[in-house]
């Protein structure tokens, strides 16, 4: 039987990695953009980096560990619902990955910050024309300010998507009692969080580092070739 110490590893080193990164890569590119001038070139490499992480991150969701996949954490409505009644419980639930309501929410942002990065390739400073992304000049001017006006109030909608997502990992920590963050850190949760008493230990695979390497490269060529077509 499990005692209250022992641990299982649920994250594998890809994902833990693309999740700091990904937040460290925000941060930059928020500060960066707020500053303008000079610090627009660290914002457009902030901004490739984190494009490559998410075309990394959409892949590992279909070929990488069992966690990591979209599969093993997209449940539907039904499950985000029987998960939310849970809540008011002060027992349970028992999530190997995400928990069906926080998948969802991984998927969300995964798409907000790849809307964020996506329109920031087309935008452009049309005060002063000098500060373009790579696509600005492929595509008509309307769409230009289409994308540039997107840009700069959707950054408020990611934030307060970030700023629902840590209050709800700060719920876990604060009523359930589940550290989430130090799962997602070490990659280990404790095993009476992550399974329900008697129910037999899944079956967890982890896809290899090669994969994650190979798959990381590809992300990072596709960017460089989606920036070179800028010209
Ligand atoms: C820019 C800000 C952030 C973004 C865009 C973001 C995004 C994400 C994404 C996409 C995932 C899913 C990871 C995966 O499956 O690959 C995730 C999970 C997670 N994030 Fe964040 N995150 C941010 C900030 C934070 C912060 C500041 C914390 C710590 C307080 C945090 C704690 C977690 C935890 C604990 C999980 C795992 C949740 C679970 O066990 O289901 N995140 N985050």
Redesign the pocket.
């Given at each position: 039987m499990a005692g209250k110490s022992d641990k299982i590893l649920v994250w594998d080193v890809p994902?833990r990695l693309?999740?700091w990164l990904?937040?460290l890569l925000?941060?930059t590119s928020y500060f960066s953009g707020r500053a303008g001038g000079d610090w627009m070139q660290l914002h457009f490499w902030s901004g490739y980096a984190i494009l490559t992480l998410l075309l990394f991150?959409i892949a590992w969701g279909f070929v990488g560990s069992t966690t990591?996949r979209f599969s093993s954490f997209l449940k539907g409505p039904k499950a985000a619902f029987a998960h939310v009644a849970h809540l008011f419980r002060k027992e349970g639930p028992h999530d190997v990955?995400?928990?069906p309501v926080?998948g969802a929410m991984?998927l969300v942002?995964?798409f907000a910050?790849l809307a964020q990065v996506v329109t920031g390739l087309f935008s452009a400073d049309t005060d002063t024309g000098m500060v373009n992304g790579p696509l600005a000049l492929k595509v008509a001017d309307k769409w230009v300010e289409r994308a540039t006006d997107f840009h700069s109030w959707w950054i408020n909608a990611l934030l307060i998507l970030?700023a629902i997502?840590?209050a709800a990992?700060a719920l876990y920590l604060v009523w359930k009692r589940h550290n989430?963050?130090g799962?997602?850190i070490t990659g280990r949760k404790r095993v009476d969080h992550a399974i329900e008493p008697g129910a037999p230990a899944p079956r967890l695979s982890f896809a290899s580092s090669r994969l994650a390497i190979s798959l990381l490269l590809a992300s990072a060529a596709l960017v460089y070739f989606i920036v070179r077509a800028g010209g």
């Open positions: 994902v693309f999740h990904l937040v925000m941060a991150r990591a990955g995400h928990n926080g991984v942002l995964i910050v970030v997502h840590v990992v989430l963050v799962a997602m």
